[in-house]
Nanobody, 124 residues
């Protein structure tokens, strides 16, 4: 089993930056596809970013493209999400997710490991 723990959330003003980190334990995630999702109050969970097992390929949703960067360090068993130019509409709980089967997928249903989430609040 893999345990994922997110950190780095908080309160930031619009235009500011935050860096989220996801630490994995239990086993190595070096072969896993890793993603970040978010869920705002009253809304469904939505895909934000995904990274391939070796970090060579990334995809972003349209609403974060150009502002967020996903990265990973397989030696440290971590995945990060650098968030710049934050907007109030980015306010949500952000979740780290892992897919042991690999492949770049964008639906939460295709991920089998989830963290507990970290709150990001962007004030206007």
């Amino acid at each position: 089993q893999v345990q994922l723990v997110e950190s780095g959330g908080g309160l930031v003003q619009a235009g500011g930056s935050l860096r989220l980190s996801c630490a994995a334990s239990g086993r190595t995630i070096s072969a896993y596809t890793m993603g970040w999702f978010r869920q705002a109050p009253g809304k469904e969970r939505e895909f934000a970013a995904v990274i391939s097992w070796n970090g060579g390929t990334t995809y972003y949703s349209d609403f974060v493209k150009g502002r967020f960067t996903i990265s990973r360090d397989n030696a440290k068993n971590t995945v990060d999400l650098q968030m710049n130019s934050l907007k109030p509409e980015d306010t949500a709980v952000y979740y780290c997710a892992g897919r042991s089967r690999g492949g770049l997928v964008f639906s939460g249903r295709d991920y089998n490991y989830w963290g507990q989430g970290t709150q990001v609040t962007v004030s206007s």
